[in-house]
């Protein structure tokens, strides 16, 4: 498989996840007291959110256009992908297919805005989007089973040659979850450390040096919202067959936050850190909402999100990402030179606060 | 071709009811090394961001290599084949060096979301021979010992060369220099003087270079033109410009001209 080559310094991490990933469920079942089930279901969620937030990074870390409407996309992916398999029969890999580009296309049409609006008006913008997208479907009742949502959705499944997989139980779709999530993963990280991805961050960097060197903001600025939408629009396909219904609660404005959150705390512009950041925070809603002491207080989740993206823009403003690549620096000038030199003495004391 | 590489006649420009640039008329010959000066305000950089196409003039016309490009939109004009640098330097803050100069190869690479993505056939490829060009370029430029440090990090006379190694990789016909000498002591400006004429022996190139440091525009320029108040007032041979009564006028209290004739 050629294009499985990845480039970069940092591959020795996805290694020790891929393992991680095909052991879990094994490990699962000699943990007495934990609901194997119930545990896959949830790190499905969590790869499944992984997934949209990969997408949102390229967008915002990498190319520094700001989004605050990707539940919008995800929502889009998800109703798309169970009304062409509910209605209209589709097999689910087309329907999963067909979800992704149409929640591209309409990123791309999204991004035509984003080519005059910058920072607090693009941020409008997008949030105006994923705040309608729901209301839409509510509307469009008659179609889209309005606020009660749709039901019922067929077993995801996989046709290969002249059998099918079919993705019964929790841990097949776990499986499935995890595939995507690498395929998506690899392929973003080829993206962002190519010619393409540096026209990205060249844009974020600075739009006047980008044009001078021949970057076509048109091209891709749009280019990377179709990309992220994307993501979350296969992600939110992933996510209707997950659950076998949704309804237009699930696309709430919260979700696109959870998003934000996500990759400001893995760290802006690091697959790896959407990542990690996607990960942490759907296990921690998970945990949050089992806390017997605050179990009448339902939105702490919400107050507990707030109070992250501050400590994390305060004191961690490269993010998870940030954290690992310090300490392996240190590591790695550690390992070099045998003892800590006066100017890493020194930067650990300013790391520290001692100033 | 039958004109000269560069062509600009009757530019004018205005901001609001200021007009910044009032009919000019300049060109580049193939080969030549011409300057752009005139005190502060006369609308020399005015002039440079109108042939990268980030202004748009309300009249004139610019031509290069005989082709119009008057109406041309930002990003193609690299692929024209002029390069520019800028006053102030804009380069990408977060990337490395080497990263800079890639950017800089941008119009000759092929592109692609899905093809690079994918890694199809000759992505690989084409990454190792981008970066083999950066390489000889980091080499040229004495800049190799900075390959991976971020740019940021760097002082700003090598983050003015690192901009000139990113508008050098592409192998533009055409080089645009915006004040090189900015943040340069006297003996640096004439290390860069010598890098400027090398540049032009080895790419095989034309500059069109905005300048404040006159004994840096006199050695090296073949022509100069003189701009004040949006108005060219002098052209010609630099050793005319500067006996120039005019140009003398226009530069009253500006010291350089008297040191340049050390």
Redesign the interface.
Known sequence: M??L?T?GRATAPYGLGLAAVLVIPALLNVIPGVAPGYVLYLVSLAFIYAVVAIGLGILIGHTGQISLGHAGFFAIGAYASALLTLRLGLPFVLAVLIAGAVSAAIGFLLGLPALRLTGPYLAVTTLGFGLAVPQLVVWQGSWTGGSSGLHGLPLASLPLGAFTIVFRTDQDYYYLAAAVLILLTI??R??VT??????F??I???E??????????VRYKT?AFA?SALYAGIAGALYAHLLHGISPEDFTVLLSVDFLTMIVLGGL?SVGGALSGALLLTFLQNALTRLPVVHDFKNLYIVVLGAILILTIAFLPHGLAGVTRSVRQRWAARVRDGAPRVDQIVELGEGSGVR | MSGPLLEITGLTINFGGLVAVDGVDLSVNTGEIVGLIGPNGAGKTTVFNCISRFYEPVRGTIRFKDRDITRARSHEIIRFGIARTFQNVELCRSMTTLENLLVGEHAVMRGGAIRDGLRLRGVGADEARATARADEMLDFLGLTGHRDSVVSTLPFRLQKLVELGRALVSHPGLLLLDEPSAGADHRESQGLADLIRRIRERFDLSVLVVEHDMSLVMGLCDRLYVLDFGRRIATGAPSDVRRNPVVIEAYLGEPELEVSDA
């Open positions: 050629h294009w080559r480039r392929f973003a080829n993206v190519s010619h393409t991805g540096r026209a961050v060249a974020r960097d600075s006047i040096a980008a044009r001078a060197m021949g970057v076509d903001l280019t990309l512009g």
